[in-house]
């Protein structure tokens, strides 16, 4: 990670099709032995367009590495209580390894419940307290499935972490958050001195500019531009938006949180938008899954 111009893609969707590879092997195998192959069920409550996409994303990628996939469609209606019973059903139906609770939910439904209603055996997106304590103390559980696939790419590219300064841009529970913990332990990936910075920050590009692996995840479109960027660091980009583009025929383009055109003069590598996070995220659904088959 020293002055180099020239820049490396952290190529989310090859690293993704080499780990579904192994993950379909594994599957085959579970399913001979077991007489069933491992099972994953969505819940998708409403009809939010972004949300349909991701789900459908997540059962397509189960078909193709051979999993079994339920996806269980409630309308936006639906009241908490219900919902909760719903997840009881599956925290008992013996047949399913593993289930996801697609974010966000209804604002009359409270998301600390329903996370914390699902058995966290079962509990594959790693969002139940439990899994993120055991997470915290290094013992085995289910990771959350972003920062967990930016370990995988990591690991893929034989990027170097031990001693490196971290600086991972946003602080949620679902990425930030949990890719602070899971850089700064004593694993590889792992290793880094990780500074965690947030909206309250002081004078952030002074901070992003000491980082050797920057990883962003805030929610704001090409936000991190190249001033903020030091040479030849690793950049990471969480972040995934539409925006508007005449020149496309679909009228709009994916772009990330971090000005990756400019960016890429700057850093030694960087994962594209899209296929660099995005992928990996559901391939580590895909591992968490089998792992919970497995279990
Ligand atoms: P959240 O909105 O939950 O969190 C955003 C974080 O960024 C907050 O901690 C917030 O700080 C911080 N933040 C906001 N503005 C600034 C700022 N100006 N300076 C510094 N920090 C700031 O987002 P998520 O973590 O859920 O997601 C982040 C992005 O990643 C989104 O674009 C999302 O779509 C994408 N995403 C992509 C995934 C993938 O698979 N590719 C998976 C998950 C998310 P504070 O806490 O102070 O409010």
């Known amino acids: 990670m020293t002055g180099v111009t020239t820049h490396q893609l952290l190529d989310g969707k090859r690293c993704s099709e080499a780990l579904k590879k192994d993950i379909a092997k594994a599957a085959a195998d579970e399913k001979a032995a077991r007489g069933k192959a491992p099972h994953l069920a969505a819940v998708l409550v409403g009809d939010d367009g972004a949300s349909k996409t991701y789900v459908e994303a997540k059962v397509k990628a189960c078909e193709t590495v051979g999993f079994r996939s339920t996806l269980i469609r409630l309308p936006e209606t639906i009241t908490e209580e219900d919902l909760l019973h719903r997840i009881e059903g599956l925290n008992r139906d013996m047949d399913l390894d593993g289930f996801i609770v697609q974010l966000p939910l209804p604002s009359h439904i409270d998301p600390e419940r329903v996370t914390l209603a699902i058995d966290p055996r079962k509990d594959v997106d790693g969002f139940h307290p439990e ?59 792992g290793n880094c001195t990780v500074t965690l910075a947030h909206s309250r920050t002081k004078d952030l590009p002074s ?89």
């Open 207 to 295: 901070i992003t500019r000491q980082a050797d692996l920057l990883v962003v995840a805030i929610g704001k479109p090409e936000f991190i531009t190249a001033d903020m960027v030091k040479p030849g660091a690793v950049v990471i980009d969480v972040g995934i938006h539409r925006i508007p583009d005449a020149s496309k025929k679909s009228g709009f383009r994916l772009v990330g949180d971090v000005r990756e055109e400019e960016v890429r003069a700057v850093c030694s590598s960087i994962t594209p938008v899209p296929g660099g996070v995005g992928p990996m995220t559901i391939t580590s659904l895909l591992l968490n899954t089998l792992k919970a088959a497995r279990n």
């Open 131 to 189: 899994n993120v304590g055991k997470m915290v103390l290094g013992l085995p559980c289910f990771l959350p499935a972003t920062p967990a696939g930016i370990c995988e790419l990591l690991k893929y590219y034989s990027i170097e972490t031990a001693g490196k300064h971290c600086v991972v841009v946003g602080r949620s529970n679902i990425v930030g958050t949990p890719m602070s913990v899971l850089l700064s332990r004593n694993a590889y990936p």
